[in-house]
């Protein structure tokens, strides 16, 4: 009885079992109906907002055109306004604010290439052409403000001034003003010789005045720049060249330099020629040492961004007034040889040699390529020259077919004459071991 009322009551509870989940399967469904009538009324309601959307991304993307347009807009009047403004500081020029000009300048540039660049605008044709003839009214006044400032301030060198800068063991022996020679004459070779020798591996006594202030010096470099980063590179360079170009040859002049073509010097006599070589070897001193580096310094200081252009300058600069210093070397090297030239070879060769360093550094780029190669050319004229007049020399003596015998008994002439030759050559010994090859 007790195990079939317990039967009884597992049928029960399966039976309640069977009615609750026949219950959940109805709300199930009932749910999947209820949530497929929404899936239904969402994509109607999709369908009905999508108008709406549209319209308002079309909106929104208005505002932003529009807000950019005001943008640009406004950095059109932006350049607009500051077109006028620099246009009474270009019209006004750089005397009397030189800074305040290049300010101008550089943003009247900046002006023109924004105008360029918003070539859409119908009213940025106005602009940029109104601008860019400022600009070509800028530039002509820079180029004027260059030439200004170059020809006021750079100097003509008094030779006292030069002469000043080279060392006491020379002073003496130097060129005085107009290029007349102070030097001691001496028989049998220029005078010049022991002073050159003293001069080696001796520094300059005395400062080389400034060629150009040095407070000028940062005007013209922001002069200089503006003109050549604006495409005016060849009016600065042609400026620069006709300035300074002057100013070196006047010094150089003033101390006694003269342009000799070879006929002068084949036809000058030996005593004057001698002069003027002894003249030649402190002029090239006072060039190298003093002259050419000095304005190779402020061509560096104010081309110091560029460098083509500034090794194009110093070249232009330098090159007339160094082509007529070598030339005369040239013209003594190439001119008769007889033995009394061996000596003023011999210094030459000498002073040149002693200078190839320098002026190797002073001259150094490939613009200055052609002036370093024609000194170096005529020390090495100088040297064969020097080595053929020694020979001949030698071939001289050997030839001579003098037989008169010295009744008195005194020394025979020829004898005399060689010895006093070999005794000025033994001041040349380590010149001698350079020239034919026996220098340690």
Request: glycine residues 4%; negative net charge.
């Amino acid at each position: 009885m007790g195990a079939f009322g317990e039967f009884e009551t597992l049928v029960q509870r399966a039976r309640v079992m069977r009615e609750s989940l026949s219950k959940s399967q109805t709300i199930t469904d009932s749910m999947i109906s209820i949530l497929g009538s929404f899936d239904h009324r969402l994509s109607d309601l999709e369908t009905a907002v999508r108008p709406t959307q549209v319209r308002t991304h079309t909106i929104r993307k208005a505002y932003e055109n529009i807000d950019t347009t005001l943008k640009v807009a406004e950095r059109i009047l932006t350049q607009f306004d500051l077109s006028r403004k620099v246009e009474s500081k270009i019209v006004e020029g750089p005397h009397v604010d030189l800074g305040g000009y290049l300010a101008a300048v550089d943003q009247l540039r900046s002006n023109v290439e924004f105008f360029t660049q918003q070539s859409s605008f119908k009213s940025s044709d106005g602009a940029l052409d109104h601008a860019n003839g400022l600009l070509s009214k800028a530039m002509a006044k820079l180029e004027e403000e260059f030439k200004e400032l170059l020809t006021t301030h750079s100097t003509v060198l008094e030779p006292a001034c030069l002469i000043e800068c080279l060392p006491h063991t020379v002073r003496s022996s130097a060129v005085s003003p107009g290029g007349s020679s102070v030097l001691s004459d001496s028989p049998g070779k220029n005078s010049s010789v022991s002073d050159n020798k003293n001069v080696k591996g001796v520094e300059f006594m005395a400062p080389l005045p400034a060629l150009i202030p040095p407070k000028i010096i940062p005007q013209l470099h922001e002069l200089a720049l503006r003109m050549i980063t604006a495409g005016h590179h060849q009016q600065c360079m042609t400026i620069y060249r006709h300035a300074r170009s002057s100013v070196l040859e006047q010094s150089l002049q003033k101390l006694g330099v003269e342009k000799l073509s070879k006929e002068d010097v084949h036809k000058m006599q030996w005593e004057v020629l001698e002069g003027k070589i002894g003249n030649w070897i402190h002029f090239m001193r006072i060039a190298v040492k003093l002259l050419f580096s000095e304005e190779r310094k402020v061509c560096n200081q104010i081309f110091h961004e560029f460098d083509s252009h500034r090794e194009q300058c110093f070249a232009n600069v330098t090159a007339n007034s160094l082509s007529m210093l070598l030339s005369f070397g040239e013209a003594i090297a190439k001119s008769k040889k007889s033995p009394e030239k061996l000596f003023v070879l011999l210094d030459m060769y000498e002073t040149m040699r002693e200078l190839l360093p320098e002026i190797e550094t002073i001259f150094s780029g490939n613009a200055l390529a052609e002036m370093r190669e024609a000194a170096l050319g005529l020390v090495q004229r100088l040297s064969q020259t020097a080595q053929d007049t020694f020979g001949d020399f030698e071939e001289a003596v050997e030839k001579d077919a003098t037989k008169t015998p010295v009744l008195d008994g005194t020394v025979h002439p020829l004898t005399s004459y060689v010895i006093n030759y070999v005794k000025f050559l033994f001041d040349y010994q380590s010149t001698l071991r350079q020239l034919f090859g026996e220098d340690d």
